[in-house]
């Protein structure tokens, strides 16, 4: 969907507030075995500064500094699709569970179909190192089963 807004006077035009991403896949390729999820949603964390207090016993006002930057952790909501890439549940189960525990780097691949990012860059496709921390499904009556994803990228 779009969310455009008339732009203030002193600005031309109208500019857009969001991006359409109906049909973004994941791509998760590990230890040689590649499963490719449908996403509903996704969320990142992490990324932020700790603040250094490096006050002196002879300074009047607090100094802090930036630290490092925590690690980013990217969050998906995918629609369980029961055979991503042509496995078979028992596969794609034993696929998630290597992934997570083994704790093997593998490629993150997500694809953002449509205009708004064909003109990015990367054409719409975003790719990284990371790990699949955590998985988790999520089942109701009458209701698609959903799967959450955790990845941590992998700092450069």
């Known amino acids: 969907w779009f969310i455009s807004q ?11 507030m969001a991006h359409a991403f109906n049909g973004t ?19 990142t964390t992490g990324g932020e500064r700790a603040d250094i207090d490096v006050t002196g016993a002879a300074d009047t006002v607090r100094k802090i500094f930036p630290g490092l930057r925590s690690t980013v952790f990217y969050n998906f909501e995918c629609v369980y699709d029961a055979t991503p890439g042509g496995m078979t549940d028992a596969d794609f189960l034993a ?11 593998g490629l993150l691949t997500v694809t953002v179909p449509g205009a708004e990012c064909a003109h990015s860059p990367d054409g719409g496709v975003f790719t990284s190192n990371a790990w699949l921390v955590n998985y988790d499904f999520d089942a109701s ?8 994803l955790t990845f941590q990228l992998k700092a450069a």
């Open 6 to 16: 008339q732009s203030p006077p002193h600005l031309q035009g109208t500019h857009k």
């Open 25 to 43: 896949t994941v791509n998760f390729l590990s230890d040689g075995t590649q499963a490719v999820f449908k996403i509903k949603s996704w969320s």
């Open 95 to 105: 696929f998630l569970e290597e992934s997570a525990s083994k704790c093997v780097v």
């Open 141 to 148: 009556l009458d209701a698609a089963v959903g799967l959450s």
